[in-house]
């Protein structure tokens, strides 16, 4: 299937603005490409390109004062086949884990893992390990958090929604990536792409989605606490130890963000 995704997006600067932006697609998805996915200025602005420690391609730009609209459009290739689904994938020991999976273990910014391990432990540790587990721990993060846009709040923890119980996709992937960490699976965050393509129309307004991936059987899979079952269509844009290392864009100094518009449809 083929799939035509983009977005503008808007940024009033008071001042020349260093900005990071991570808007590309990741790498592993550039094979699928099927035209051209460069960011475009409507302003001349001098672009430098760079790969972060996470392996996604990012961007710096100093933008200019007054508003800058940042844009892309393309069309990629997709299966057209739900997410995987490995009920046999096994969880490893700690001590056979690749040394660089063990950063996706630890506490990070979002995921306040300390103030969790606790519940984990009590609510999991009867759960086999594994898919299973991940299974488990995905399908009470659902179930607990509401979700609703009303509710954003860019400063919420894993904890903080677990003590809410309400949020949007960011704050499933947190809670559920914080949970799996206590009970010793990695767990990354993800953001990209994921369009109503195979399900009814989503009446809010389309948006970036954040989900995240364990590391079981030697391999990163696919979870969605919020949507807790496979879909079809997801473009991931980049991964990193929760919302922090993706952000869309990270501003070093006044930005505010007065235009987002973003698309994600399956083309007949």
């Not at 919420?156 to 949970?179: E, I, N, Q, Y």
Request: aromatic share 10%; net charge negative; glycine share 6%.
């Amino acid at each position: 299937m083929k799939i035509r995704a983009g977005f503008h997006l808007g940024y009033e600067c008071i001042q020349p603005t260093p900005m990071l932006l991570v808007l590309n697609i990741h790498p592993s998805r550039r094979a699928d490409l099927l035209s051209e996915q460069v960011l475009t200025f409507d302003r001349p602005i001098d672009v430098w390109e760079y790969t972060d420690s996470f392996g996604n391609a990012c961007s710096r730009i100093v933008a200019p004062p007054g508003l800058t609209t940042i844009s892309t459009e393309f069309e990629i290739y997709d299966t057209g086949q739900p997410d995987t689904v490995p009920t046999e994938a096994v969880q490893h020991a700690i001590k056979d884990l690749p040394d660089e999976v063990l950063v996706f273990l630890l506490g990070s910014r979002y995921c306040d893992i300390d103030r969790l391990s606790d519940f984990a432990w009590e609510t999991f540790s009867s759960t086999p390990l594994g898919w299973a587990r991940v299974q488990a721990i995905s399908d009470f993060v659902h179930n607990h958090i509401t979700f609703d846009y009303q509710k954003a709040d860019v400063l919420r923890t894993a904890h903080g929604g677990f003590t809410d119980k309400s949020g949007v996709c960011r704050d499933f992937a947190h809670l559920a990536m914080a949970l799996c960490r206590c009970m010793n699976i990695p767990a990354r965050y993800c953001t990209g792409y994921l369009g109503d393509i195979g399900v009814p129309a989503d009446p809010n307004p389309m948006d970036f989605s954040a989900w995240f991936e364990v590391f079981l059987g030697g391999h990163w899979h696919t979870v969605d606490a919020r949507h807790n079952t496979p879909r079809i269509g997801r473009i991931l844009m980049a991964t990193g130890r929760d919302a922090t290392d993706v952000a869309m864009s990270t501003a070093f100094g006044p930005a505010t963000l007065s235009r987002f518009e973003v698309i994600t449809e399956e083309v007949p």
